[in-house]
């Protein structure tokens, strides 16, 4: 059997577990089984996809499997992946396995919380790995509508309304995307002959300039609203808000990188022309991001706000990179995708226990919680090094392979932009030490917090498996990049031929 | 043709204004009897043109008949079912005024 | 051939026992974590002097040029098919050196800290912070390259905002900290922007490229420019304005008189001895570069240290607070340093400020490490920070108070401690090239004088006031180091410097400069004797003279309002006039323009669904006159 | 003017009169007894054409059944004494130009159009046609539309029992 197939068969058969046990903890031991051996696989994935570079397989995709099942308007289940993909599934597992465990005293309704989460789970790994527009979307609003029922019914302070507008804004930018999607469709035969959703087959033929033009937009904004590009970000700070630990996690770490990944794999690679043409347009739109939102997030109080504007910081700088349009920094921006999901999962998930220890995410109403929960608080510090981008952590590498790759434009207007994202370190400096100073260290404020307890066994694994992945990017870049690097060379060619 | 004089348009006059006669009800009336007893009438319209056509038109076979025969057997199906409903509505509301009945709005 | 593979290990071994203690102190008992700690950094201590003997003495020389060696290389990470970060060790002359700065403080300062911290919560993790400072500043001094430079040169910032804030509960560490680490990235950035042009020039970051023939060669015929100066000065100046970050040159120096909050070994480590020269090293590494392609931004370089240690020099005669005065004093001495690099010429005779100034960057880590653990001991006997509360201790502290005066001895520049041979060399470098800024040192030396007697005398004579408890004598594990470090500040001054490191690492020779040296000693004198007939009995011509100087002394002993300015920057205009309303921009602009769209859905369904009244009658009126309106349409419009 | 013309004016006025008269009248069961008329005078129209089966059908099912049928809800559910009240005006008037309108469409539509009379000679539509022709299976057989109207009915007839039935 493919592979491939296992990231959805294992969610679908974990689901069905879950469906069959009877109590929380079985739902919940069920769950992280599934994960966990959906972890193994995205290991065993990295391995199988090195062994059989090594081999000398060199096609563009591996693990390919073709099947059709929509024939009249041509549609596949068509997957495969490269190192690029292979790349975001492994952060997804992780995450996911994360998740999982920082769920695992989740009250209410424990089976249909664990359900919807593999289930937007198994639509974030199906878009990975689709290489077919019209399955890559079909998976796309898998992983965008349990999204709605996590947050409005497992949510906190205004959940409905931000579950609401979450999911609301994310539908037009499906809607958005379809439309898109569609004129890429209509225009993948410009000579007669077969439509086609098949990312690859499009990419060896040219959309017509004008279809370029007009559709370039629609796809870019449509993925841009998931990787929360300016000024079509404003639903993360509220989603993200009210979402439940886990999701929040997910969504800033995982989903949101669907929108990057979006981007380049269909807007960029398939419709090269108009990126070049009209990359100015949101490398602005993108710096605005980079900047804005790490200013954003100085003046927040609540923990949940600073970390979504550090997102739509940290995610505008994706955009940004992608748009750079070289080896360089692309390679970073797909690090940056993984680093940024990483460390904000962690984030998330810290913030969420703390949250379910203080019952408040006000930084003003805490204080010293480094005397109290000394683990949570360490780990609190280095998730805040790893976002402002310390050494040794992912976020360095990330931001210094985008700032050089970015830098390789010698013209004025690629190196002020440039000069204004790296300027995001400084701020990005700045909120990550206040936060980190007036909640971590500090007196104890509130003398009820001295009775807290620190983190828990499953607690402990969620992090753990976090800051180590963080860890390992930051100290061994090398595998990462060059996964990434070697995989980057078909979408380089497609730009460069313009 | 005419028969004994009387042309169909004759027939299809009448027809035409009881039909709209039984609108004309159908949208005023409040007491919901009044309104089944307006749809009678446009039932009984249509019946006449049946009848109507077939006597004139299409004499040679009985079509018409029939269908005012089934549509005769269907409103008398449709006034048995309607009537259940009103009751049944008068008791719940105590009213079959049709403005008291808005439940299903919005 | 010989191998310094084994360099490494100078490496290895600090980083190890950061895991070590950092993972699992919390199992050890104090004192033994604080034990295998120093006995680390004792045999990295060790390796670093088997190095430099090796280096300066066994290796061969090619041309009569010491070598430059890669002991290692690795690559960390692929950025472009040009440029790769690596990661290695690299030894030459300066490298070298800072090794055995490096590893000697820090075993001072490891071995000290047990005796000083003794009892602190947290032992293990200042412990744990130390080496993984250690481990940090030793990887940027052997970096290869530029970008290895600035890794480590950023977790030298971290592992110093975790120092100073230790005491993480009192808020004015937390704060300074803060402030440490907030300042010192504002200058990375600096250096950052300035490694993306300096290596897009010249296509690699390698110090052995970049340093050498052909990286000049590219810099120097740079004909961009930007704003009148051309690109080379351009990244070099930005380059140095992130070494002036961490050394705290004029106007970034704000945070290091706050970073004294941090417990004294590690000021006397980071903030005296090590980090704060890495800008220092920046431009000694890049010397060559900004020797040839960059002369202006040499100039601007030796005006700010110029300026730097004329200012803080002046600052530091006024305050009351021990570690604040030696932290002044840091800078003085800092601005000495830069400044020598700033007037010096490359190779040979004309390359005496570079010598100088790594001449100086040596000896004074020594004295100021020893000075700041001698204000440490005191700190420890008297339990304040305030010379004010202080005096008479002389009887008390023997061993603290004779170390302290050799320490004030050397820094005051008197013949023949290291201080006098150092900065008699740098004086003559500035005489030979810009005779204002070498008045303003001869100003700056007696100044020094002055301030480090004043606290001498303060501190050790003057009136003794009521201590709680009486002061005693440091235990041996703490004054050990400081007699160490005091025969290393007598002492080191005789090391043939020029012989050893030179820009062009050729050796030449120096002699004393007579007409510098003996004016430079006097004045050194005079300050002496002033502090002597203020500070050492207890006499009102102090406060006549402050009273006297008014104005001038209260913005003198305000730091002349700098941190008030910054702090009005930070707080009323990035807070207030950015991040505020983009807060408020983002919430009610943008957001409130998505939210619009949903209210105007809203309301236009709350319109439309009037039409839904549930009587029956309405919707029969308009379906009878939809139909009709259907049957108009087909049978007369649409044909 | 023979007889014929003379009975079809009467009824023809009689249907309209009393239709508008079912419609307007105010007293619910004088509504129920107008409808009746109209509903006899349809029928005599059926007897005018000669379609007795037809004219049977209509008495028997719509003037006996269904006004009966009409007549007990009425007094099931209420007052007999009662007068209703005048609808709104604006009501009427809407409900009348939509009326009138339709009305309006529909005459003109039809007096426009020249309707090709049939020439063939008259089937004789007497009890055996039509009861022949309802059960046939053959060409012009109704079986199929018999058996289903029949079902309907039986549907009909269940679901009014339950609708009508009280309670639970």
């Known amino acids: 059997m493919n592979i491939l197939a296992l990231f959805i068969i294992i969610p679908i058969l974990t689901i069905i577990g879950i469906l069959s046990t009877k109590d929380h903890r079985g739902t919940r031991i069920v769950s992280a089984i599934g994960m966990g051996l959906q972890l193994i696989t995205s290991v065993v994935l990295i391995y199988m996809f090195y062994a059989e570079r090594n081999a000398g397989n060199h096609a563009d995709m591996l693990f390919m499997v073709d099947y059709m099942w929509f024939e009249s308007l041509n549609i596949h289940y068509l997957v495969g992946v490269d190192g690029i993909s292979v790349a975001m599934i492994a952060l997804t597992s992780v995450v996911t396995f994360a998740g999982v465990f920082a769920s695992w005293e989740v009250k209410d309704l424990p089976r249909e919380f664990f359900i919807s989460l593999i289930v937007l789970a198994t639509g974030v790994f199906g878009f990975f790995i689709s290489l077919d527009l019209f399955t890559m979307f079909l998976f796309y609003e898998v992983a965008v509508i349990p999204m709605y029922l996590l947050i409005g019914l497992w949510g906190s302070g205004p959940k409905e309304y931000s579950a609401m507008k979450l999911t609301l804004m994310l539908m037009g930018g499906s809607a958005l995307l379809l439309v898109g999607l569609f004129g890429i469709y209509f225009n993948s035969a410009p000579n007669g002959g077969q439509l086609t959703f098949n990312i690859l087959e499009i990419s060896k033929i040219t959309i017509p300039m004008e279809a370029q033009r007009f559709f370039f937009p629609f796809t870019f904004i449509g993925f841009g609203i998931l990787g929360a590009l300016f000024p079509f970000h404003t639903w993360s700070p509220d989603g993200h808000a009210s979402a439940p630990t886990a999701v929040s996690m997910l969504h800033a770490g995982v989903l949101m990188k669907l929108g990057g990944y979006g981007c380049f794999r269909v807007a960029m690679f398939l419709m090269p022309g108009a990126a070049h043409e009209l990359a100015w347009i949101f490398i602005i739109l993108t710096a605005i991001s980079v900047v804005y939102g790490a200013f954003g997030a100085i003046w927040q109080k609540d923990l949940k706000y600073i970390n979504a504007y550090s997102s739509v910081s940290h995610c505008g700088l994706v955009l940004f990179a992608l748009l750079m349009m070289n080896e360089t920094a692309m390679d970073g921006a797909i690090i940056q995708m993984i680093s940024h999901g990483l460390m904000t999962a962690l984030f998330f998930a810290l913030i969420g226990m703390i949250y379910g220890r203080t019952h408040t995410r006000m930084i003003n109403e805490m204080g010293g919680l480094m005397k109290i929960m000394p683990f949570l608080a360490v780990c609190y510090v280095i998730a805040g090094l790893a976002s402002l981008g310390l050494p040794g952590l992912s976020g360095f590498v990330a931001e210094m392979t985008i700032f050089v790759g970015a830098f390789q434009h010698p013209d004025t207007f690629h190196r002020v932009v440039t000069i204004l994202a790296c300027s995001s370190i400084v701020v990005t400096a700045v909120y990550i030490l206040r936060v980190v100073g007036v909640l971590l260290f500090g007196p104890v404020r509130n003398d009820e917090f001295l009775k807290l307890t620190d983190a828990k066994w499953f607690e402990k694994v969620s992090t753990v498996t976090l800051i180590l992945a963080v860890a390992f990017i930051g100290i061994v870049p090398i595998w990462l990049s060059d996964l990434i690097r070697l995989s980057l060379k078909p979408i380089l060619d497609q730009l460069s031929s313009f | 043709m005419e028969r004994y004089g009387i042309p169909l348009e004759g027939f299809l006059v009448i027809s ?75 008791r719940r509301f105590s009213s079959i005024e049709v403005e008291d009945i808005d439940e299903m709005k919005y | 051939m010989i191998n310094f593979s084994y360099t490494i290990w100078i490496l290895i071994i600090p980083i190890f026992m950061f895991l070590l203690l ?60 040009s440029l790769q970060i690596k990661m290695g060790v690299f030894i030459d002359p300066i490298s070298v050196m800072m090794l055995v700065v490096v590893s000697t403080v820090s075993f001072m300062v490891h071995l000290y800290s047990i005796g000083y911290m003794k009892g602190e919560k947290g032992f293990q993790r200042f412990y744990a912070f130390l080496s993984l400072f250690t481990f940090s500043m030793l990887g940027l001094v052997v970096a290869t390259n530029i970008f290895q430079m600035y890794i480590f040169w950023e977790l030298v910032g971290v592992s110093s905002f ?135 931004a040499l100039t601007v370089i030796s005006y700010v240290g110029g300026f730097t240690s004329l200012f803080a020099a002046v600052i530091a005669c006024t305050q009351f607070d021990i570690k604040r005065v030696l932290a002044f004093s840091t800078l003085s001495q800092i601005g000495y340093m830069m400044l020598a690099l700033g007037v010096s010429g490359y190779g040979g005779e004309k390359g005496v400020g570079y010598m100088a100034s790594m001449f100086h960057l040596f000896t004074h880590a020594m004295f100021k490490a020893l000075l700041f653990l001698g204000a440490g001991s005191i700190i420890h006997a008297v339990h304040s920070n305030y010379m004010n509360e202080m005096g008479g201790l002389r009887k008390y502290l023997p061993i603290t108070h004779l170390t302290f005066l050799i320490a004030c001895l050397t820094i005051a520049g008197l013949f023949p401690l290291s201080g006098f041979w150092s900065k008699d060399e740098i004086l003559v470098a500035a005489y030979e090239h810009n005779m204002l800024l070498f008045w303003v040192e001869y100003l700056v030396a007696g100044l020094t004088a002055f301030y480090m007697f004043r606290l001498y005398f303060r501190v050790f004579w003057n009136k ?27 002492f080191t001054g005789f090391l043939p410097f020029s012989k050893m490191i030179t820009s062009d690492r050729l050796p030449f020779e120096t002699e004393t400069n007579l007409m510098v040296a003996i004016p430079s000693v006097a004045i050194g004198l005079v300050g002496i004797l002033i502090a002597f007939l203020l500070y050492k009995k207890d006499n009102t011509r102090v406060e006549k003279i402050v009273k006297g100087l008014g104005g001038v002394y209260t913005t003198i002993y305000n730091k002349f309002y700098i941190d008030e300015v910054y702090m009005f920057v930070t707080k009323k205009i990035i807070f207030n006039l950015i991040s505020r309303p983009v807060a408020w921009f983002d919430r009610h602009v943008v957001d409130g323009f998505m939210n619009g769209i949903a209210g105007v859905t809203v309301l236009a369904s709350r319109k439309i669904k009037g039409a839904q009244s549930g009587q029956l009658q309405h919707y029969a009126f308009f379906f009878v006159l939809g139909a009709i309106a259907f049957a108009l349409i087909f049978i007369y419009l649409w044909q | ?146 058996e289903v109207i029949s079902i309907l009915l039986l549907a009909a007839m269940i679901a009014a029992i339950i609708i009508a039935k009280k309670g639970k």
């Open chain 4, 1 to 146: 003017m023979t007889a014929y013309k003379i009975m079809f004016y009467l009824f023809a006025a009689m249907i309209i009169v009393f239709s508008i008269l079912t419609v307007t009248s105010r007293r619910i069961l004088r509504a129920a007894v107008f409808l009746l008329f109209v509903l006899i005078s349809t029928a005599g129209l059926y007897f005018w054409l000669d379609y007795q089966f037809m004219a049977g059908v209509q008495l028997a099912l719509y003037a006996g059944g269904i006004v009966v049928l009409i007549i007990f809800s009425i007094l099931l559910t209420s007052h007999i004494d009662q007068k209703f009240s005048q609808p709104h005006w604006s009501k009427r008037i809407m409900a009348a130009t939509a009326a009138l309108s339709g009305m309006a469409l529909c005459l003109l539509l039809f007096l426009q159009h020249t309707f090709i009379v049939g020439t063939n000679p008259p089937i004789k539509n007497d009890m055996t046609n039509i009861g022949t022709q309802l059960l046939s299976t053959e060409h012009n057989g109704f079986a199929l539309p018999f």
């Open chain 3, 162 to 296: 975790l120092l100073i804030g230790f005491y993480y509960e009192r808020p004015s560490a937390v704060a300074a900290s803060k402030k440490a680490f907030i300042v010192t990235r504002f200058a990375d950035l600096g250096f950052l922007v300035g490694i993306l042009l300096l290596s897009y020039y010249t296509k690699s970051f390698d110090f052995l490229n970049i340093t050498g023939p052909v990286g000049i060669e590219v810099t120097r015929n740079l004909t961009q420019t930007f704003l009148g100066m051309s690109v080379a000065t351009w990244a070099l100046l930005l380059i140095f304005m992130g070494g002036a970050g961490k050394s705290a040159m004029f106007p970034l120096h704000i945070w290091l008189p706050d970073a004294m909050e941090g417990p004294t070994p590690v000021s006397a480590l980071i903030h005296a001895a090590t980090m704060v020269v890495a800008g220092v090293y920046l431009v000694a590494r890049l010397f060559p570069l900004y020797s040839f392609a960059a002369p202006d």
């Open chain 3, 22 to 81: 950092g993972l699992l102190g919390m199992k050890f008992k104090p004192i033994i974590s604080g034990v295998l700690g120093t006995i680390g950094l004792g045999v990295v201590m060790l390796l670093s002097y088997y190095a430099a003997y090796q280096y300066f003495f066994q290796l061969p020389r090619i041309d009569d040029a010491y070598q430059q060696i890669l002991a290692h290389n690795i690559t960390w990470l692929n950025l472009s098919a």
């Open chain 2, 16 to 90: 035409t204004a009881m039909f709209f006669i039984g609108i004309y009800g159908f949208l005023v009336r409040k007491n919901l009897i009044t309104m089944l007893m307006s749809i009678e009438l446009i039932l009984n319209s249509v019946n006449i043109n049946f009848v109507a056509f077939n006597s004139y038109l299409f004499p040679e076979n009985m079509q018409g008949n029939f269908f005012a025969l089934i549509v005769v057997a269907i409103a008398a199906a449709e006034a048995s079912v309607a009537i259940a409903l009103i009751i049944n509505i008068y």
């Open chain 3, 464 to 490: 003794e006031p009521h201590y709680h408890h009486k002061p005693h004598e440091s235990p041996l594990v703490m004054t050990i180091p400081l007699m160490f470090l005091a025969v290393a500040s007598i």
